[in-house]
């Protein structure tokens, strides 16, 4: 008699048990009665009438993300593969017109991303389509926050994460892109150049200025010595002329034994003949004997002008 009662007893435990559910946390229950929407249950144990009540689905309000691939064409003509990433979530308070409006909320979200993103991007440039894609990205979500807000669904944030031109265009760019770059390098290798020239220059022309400027001094010392040295000599007799004459032969005589001292050298100095020395001393004081009596007839000349007749 005891095992009559066993199967009423599994049942009503099955029953029981199947009374009670959990909810996860961030999660919302739908329960309908008799095919109608009854309530919606929220994270804990939750308690509904077996049999009458069940559970129509689960929607999770965690933030969700949407990758949508769409190709479309920039106003130049080019073919661009664009990655737009859509962040949303289920509106708490609006879970009955998430579950109940929408049966497939990812395609409708698609939908308005395909349509903003090819009413955009045909608009513009291919460069501009890199620099504004911002300013794409917040027309898509505004315009799905004014779509999908009815629908219980709040857009969160919407990026283009990806721009991807076909092959051969990315490869012309790059090629604008180095030859570019190697103009510019170009330009800064020719302001290089012509600094160095021009600095060059600058030490070249000081260079050239201090040597001119030493060997001016050089022979300013050469000269005061060489007036010192014939004043020393007219003391003892010896007039100018044959002062100078006697000083140019005695360097004569000094550069030969300079040369002599470079075993090395390879320099010869002409004339070298040993009477060299007196022709070149009688030469000099020969022709200042001529040069001072030439000096005295221009002198004479323009003192006493021929008379016209």
Do not use: C, W
Request: aromatic residues 6%; glycine residues 4%; hydrophobic residues 45%.
């Amino acid at each position: 008699m005891n095992f009559i009662f066993i199967p009423f007893i599994v049942l009503g435990l099955v029953v029981l048990i199947s009374s009670f559910f959990i909810v996860k946390q961030q999660t919302a229950a739908i329960i309908e009665r008799f095919g109608k929407f009854q309530s919606i249950r929220h994270s804990g144990l939750q308690l509904k009438i077996p049999i009458v009540d069940r559970i129509a689905g689960r929607l999770s309000l965690k933030i969700q993300q949407l990758d949508v691939i769409i190709e479309t064409k920039t106003l130049d003509d080019v073919f661009v593969r664009l990655k737009v990433s859509v962040q949303y979530k289920v509106i708490r308070d609006k879970v009955y017109e998430a579950f109940y409006k929408l049966d497939y909320p990812h395609d409708q979200i698609t939908s308005y991303v395909f349509d903003v993103v090819r009413a955009e991007v045909p608009k513009m440039k291919l460069d501009d389509v890199f620099v504004k894609k911002d300013d794409i990205a917040l027309a898509v979500k505004a315009e799905l926050n004014d779509a999908m807000m009815e629908y219980g669904y709040d857009i969160i944030k919407t990026l283009v994460t990806d721009i991807d031109p076909d092959a051969q265009v990315k490869e012309a760019m790059n090629r604008i892109n180095a030859a570019d770059r190697e103009k510019t390098a170009a330009q800064f290798e020719g302001d290089a150049q012509r600094i160095l020239i021009v600095e060059k220059a600058k030490a070249e022309a000081e260079s050239k200025r201090l040597q001119g400027q030493g060997i001016a001094d050089q022979r300013r010392e050469i000269a005061r010595g060489l007036e010192e040295s014939v004043e020393v000599l007219n003391r003892v007799g010896i007039n100018s002329q044959e002062a100078s004459a006697l000083i140019v032969v005695t360097q004569h005589y000094d550069t030969l034994q300079s040369l002599g001292e470079e075993t090395n050298s390879n320099l010869i100095l002409l004339p070298n003949a040993p009477q060299a020395g007196s022709n070149m001393l009688n030469d000099m004081v020969a022709s200042f004997a001529a040069s001072n009596q030439i000096g005295e007839a221009m002198k004479n000349a323009k003192k006493n002008p021929p008379k016209e007749k």
